[in-house]
Each structure stands twice: as structure tokens, then as C-alpha cells.
């Protein structure tokens, strides 16, 4: 059975740095992306980004990209993201989830079909 | 690309059948998913591809479309169905989400 299951709940001050886990099971980690998505309290899904399968190469929200890092541990099937310089409008639920994918014409266009249970990060003085 | 869903609350009852829309501000091909979120839990995956569900998702679930427009329908709405619904892009980075659709009683 797969499963994503995430490190615990933190509290970080602004300016700080957060990096979250989501170790991976039952299944071929390397053949699936990684996908994180966050969710301010009270809104709706952000894509934060997505780390591909087999060749590790990421994609992230250009809102992020300067203060979000993604990677993956092949050897322990975990994924990890961190962020930095964190603002209070960091404070949200941090979820991963597996990227299946459908290939089409050479890309592989990745969507979540397995989800962690989620990380509440919060940002606050 | 923008993603955007209507109607943003809907109210319904059991043995309904209901429709959601969700609309890309460009052409996405088929590559739409529509996800479930109940209170305090994470997302489930519906339906990827546009119209392809989920193994174990319930056939009551339905979705269609391609280009700019798709639709979720739920047929005959169960109890466990009132919930937010989300639909999302994956034709090309970045993805988006729409805003949501919470269905209540």
C-alpha cells in the first residue's frame, strides 16, 4: 500500500528556515515525481512545485522559487523541502503527494494521486 | 494560466445530482484533475486526465471537457460527498488550482 507520511508540526520565527519530510512506501519512489501543494488557513491549494521523476529536475512557483528548495533521497525514499526567510504569510499546511503521470509526446504531465497527511508550519513572532 | 471554478458554494441534497465547472484561461488539453478535500484532511484525487477516475472512486463521479472548459458531476449525492471540491491544471508548468467549490447541505 502507498503511503507519504511527514515529519511533524514546527514554529518558526520570520526570517527563519523550515524544511519538511515526507518519506515514501509501497512503491518504486524513483519512477514518481513529487509534489508539494501548501494551504493558508481558511484558503484554498497552492502548487508550490514538483520534483520529476527519474532525472530529479524541479519546477516551482515563480513566487517561491528564490526561497523554496526541493529535493530527494533515493536512498531513504524521502523528499524534503525547505523554505527560507520565512513571512507570515508562509504559515499553512505543507502537503506532498505522489506525481503519477500521463507521456505524452516526450513530457510527462504529473498529477497527485497520493497525499500525505500534511505539515502545519507556523510562522510567527 | 488562470483557473477558475463556479460556482464557488453550492447547495444541494442527498440524491441530487450536481454540477461543477471549472474554466482555464487558456487551452490545458485534457490535462485536468478534480480533487475532494473534506475538513482537516488532505485532498483525494478524483479524477486525472479530465475524465478518468480514480480506482476506488465511486461512479456517482463524472468529469468531462478539454481545451478551456471541463465540468465534475456528481450524480445522486451521498452524504460524504458534501465537501470542497478543487480542480487543477497539470498541462504545463506552473500548475494551478481553482479557488474551490464547497458543496453543503
Known amino acids: 500500500q502507498v503511503h507519504l507520511v511527514q515529519s511533524g508540526a514546527e514554529m518558526r520565527r520570520p526570517g527563519a528556515s523550515v524544511k519538511v519530510s515526507c518519506k515514501a512506501s509501497g512503491y518504486t519512489f524513483t519512477n514518481y515525481g513529487i509534489t508539494w501543494v501548501r494551504q493558508a488557513p481558511g484558503q484554498g491549494l497552492e502548487w508550490v512545485g514538483t520534483?520529476?521523476?527519474?532525472?530529479?529536475?524541479?519546477y516551482m512557483a515563480e513566487n517561491l522559487q528564490d526561497r523554496v528548495t526541493m529535493t530527494r533521497d533515493s536512498s531513504t525514499d524521502t523528499a524534503y523541502i525547505e523554505v527560507t526567510s520565512l513571512r507570515f504569510d508562509d504559515t499553512a499546511i505543507y502537503y506532498c503527494?505522489?506525481?503519477?503521470?500521463?507521456?505524452?509526446?516526450?513530457?510527462?504531465?504529473?498529477?497527485?494521486?497520493?497525499w500525505g497527511k500534511g505539515t502545519a508550519v507556523t510562522v510567527s513572532s | 494560466i488562470q483557473m477558475t471554478q463556479s460556482p464557488s458554494t453550492l447547495s444541494a441534497s442527498v440524491g441530487d445530482s450536481v454540477t461543477i465547472t471549472c474554466r482555464a484561461s487558456?487551452?490545458?488539453?485534457?490535462?485536468l484533475a478534480w480533487y475532494q478535500q473534506k475538513p482537516g484532511r488532505a485532498p483525494q484525487l478524483l479524477i486525472s486526465?479530465?475524465?478518468t477516475l480514480e480506482s476506488g472512486v465511486p461512479s456517482r463521479f463524472s468529469g468531462s471537457g478539454s481545451g478551456t472548459e471541463f465540468t465534475l458531476t456528481i450524480d445522486s449525492l451521498q452524504p460524504e460527498d458534501f465537501a470542497t471540491y478543487f480542480c487543477q491544471h497539470y498541462n504545463n508548468f506552473p500548475y494551478t488550482f481553482g479557488q474551490g467549490t464547497k458543496l453543503d447541505i
Open positions: 503527494a505522489r506525481g503519477s503521470w500521463n507521456y505524452d509526446a516526450g513530457v510527462r504531465h504529473y498529477y497527485m494521486d497520493v
Open positions: 487558456q487551452t490545458i488539453s485534457h490535462y
Open positions: 520534483i520529476s521523476s527519474y532525472y530529479d529536475n524541479t
Open positions: 486526465k479530465a475524465s
